[in-house]
């Protein structure tokens, strides 16, 4: 009876919280575990080592972890890798990696920002790279399908529609293909 009880209390302990945590819109995101487990969150979402939802609205707080949803909007500050498979609307990424497939808005700052479509975001770190097109890209190396402003020390890119400048600047529609110090797209005719 006695161990009954306990595992009563035990199950109530961990479920009656969790059941209100849900209601103020917290998650804690462990690995192939959430607590509530909800796909959506709006409040403030905390992951240790691996965590993944659908959707994360507000704050998002990742520890030694990968934080991973398929839209977020709000804060991301990710001691790791943050990873977004479908859209990042008007947010604010800070993390170690940013690893994000799908489109950016808003602002991308890691050591490493690997992204897909970021024409509307500013992305700063050591490396910028990215499978289609960048707005502003701010870093030792910026690489990139196509771009409006690039600055850094290496900035290569397929088609520059503003300017790139620094040590080396690589466009295929550049006013010169290789340029030192600056590069810009040719005029067409």
Known sequence: ?????????????????GAALAETGFQLGL????????DDVKGM???LLWG???KTSGFDLGLFSVAQTDVRS???????????TEQVDGAVSLSLMN????RDSGFNMAFLNMVNDSSNALN??????????????????????????QIGFVN?????????????????????????????AKRSD
């Open 1 to 17: 009876m006695r161990r009954k009880l306990a595992l009563l209390t035990l199950v109530l302990g961990v479920v009656l919280p």
């Open 31 to 38: 690995p192939d575990r959430n607590f509530p487990d909800d």
């Open 45 to 47: 979402r905390v992951t």
């Open 52 to 54: 993944a939802n659908r």
């Open 74 to 84: 709000g804060v991301a500050l990710v001691f790791g890798v943050s990873r977004v």
């Open 99 to 102: 690893y994000h497939t799908g």
């Open 124 to 149: 700063i770190g050591f490396a910028q790279i990215a499978k289609g097109a960048t707005a502003v890209d701010l870093g030792a190396l910026n690489v990139s399908k196509k771009s409006k402003f």
């Open 156 to 184: 290569i890119t397929q088609e520059i529609d503003g300017f790139q400048f620094g040590l080396v600047n690589m466009a295929d529609n550049g006013f010169l293909p290789f340029f030192p110090f600056f590069n810009y």
